[in-house]
């Protein structure tokens, strides 16, 4: 799928160096954000600035009709290790694909952009606490998670579909829909490059693909804070995510997501 991006870069700052190969890379996909993003990157740069590794930021724009590329450009200006990238289609999906894909970092975490995990919490998905695993997925259910304010009837909406998703795609997650993700740089590329989801689907199709390459999968519990502005439409994204799970079985049939011969690949004619 070809990608059409434009970058707006800064020049580097002494207290956050952007290097070729950051730690960390935090991507945020932003639709009409113009209100949540300004809050949020000042609570990431509040929490880089006291790091000792050195990190980047990447704002996915997707088809805002709003002041996002506009207030997050201003911010970039101000915080050279940020970066503005506009995705030329719309959906979430994408939005986060070609993040990851630009991203250098040698840890790479999926950010809403409400920041409805203290971004504190990150430090919970970075070494030591990696313990080699190669994705590292929030959850808020389990032991040691905690909803705030989220309305009991969205919760239960949220379990009956986590249900589906377990007798349908994936086992043995509680929570897949979380916003929060963290993935080492050999598995992005590796699973964000066969990627073919651009809705709300593609969190399970990564977590379906990466369980039968053999990626090994912790799951995090997480405090989250609901935000009345949340975009998930409870009954039409329920029933879209019932067409993309029968997209991504129908895509592993076909061997859209077979890992390719490099070798064969190599002896491939030219056309």
Request: aromatic share 8%.
């Amino acid at each position: 799928m070809q990608r059409e991006i434009s970058i707006h870069e800064g020049e580097r700052q002494a207290m956050t160096q952007t290097t070729d190969r950051p730690l960390l890379s935090i991507v945020i996909p932003a639709h009409n954000e113009e209100r949540r993003l300004p809050p949020s990157l000042a609570k990431i740069d509040a929490f880089l600035q006291q790091q000792p590794f050195e990190a980047e930021v990447i704002v996915v724009e997707n088809g805002s009709v709003d002041r996002t590329v506009e207030v997050a450009e201003a911010f970039a200006k101000e915080h050279p290790y940020v970066r503005v990238v506009e995705a030329a289609v719309r959906g979430k999906g994408l939005a986060v694909k070609v993040g990851m894909l630009e991203a250098r970092g040698q840890y790479r975490f999926i950010c809403d952009a409400d920041l409805s995990m203290p971004i504190e919490e990150i430090v919970h998905f970075l070494p030591p606490h990696v313990n080699g695993h190669d994705v590292i997925i929030a959850s808020r259910e389990g032991v040691g998670a905690n909803r705030v304010g989220e309305p009991e009837y969205r919760h239960l909406i949220g379990r009956i579909n986590n249900l589906i998703i377990k007798l349908t795609a994936v086992r043995g997650f509680e929570d897949t829909q979380c916003g929060f993700k963290m993935f080492t740089q050999a598995a992005a590329e590796d699973l964000f490059g066969v990627q073919q989801m651009t809705g709300i689907g593609f969190d399970i199709e990564l977590l379906f693909i990466a369980k039968r390459r053999g990626y090994t999968i912790k799951q995090v519990p997480i405090t989250w804070y609901f935000d009345p502005d949340s975009r998930m439409r409870l009954v039409g994204d329920s029933l879209h995510l019932l067409v993309e799970i029968w997209q991504i079985r129908r895509n592993w049939f076909w061997g859209i997501y077979a890992k390719k011969d490099p070798k064969t690949a190599d002896s491939q004619p030219e056309t």
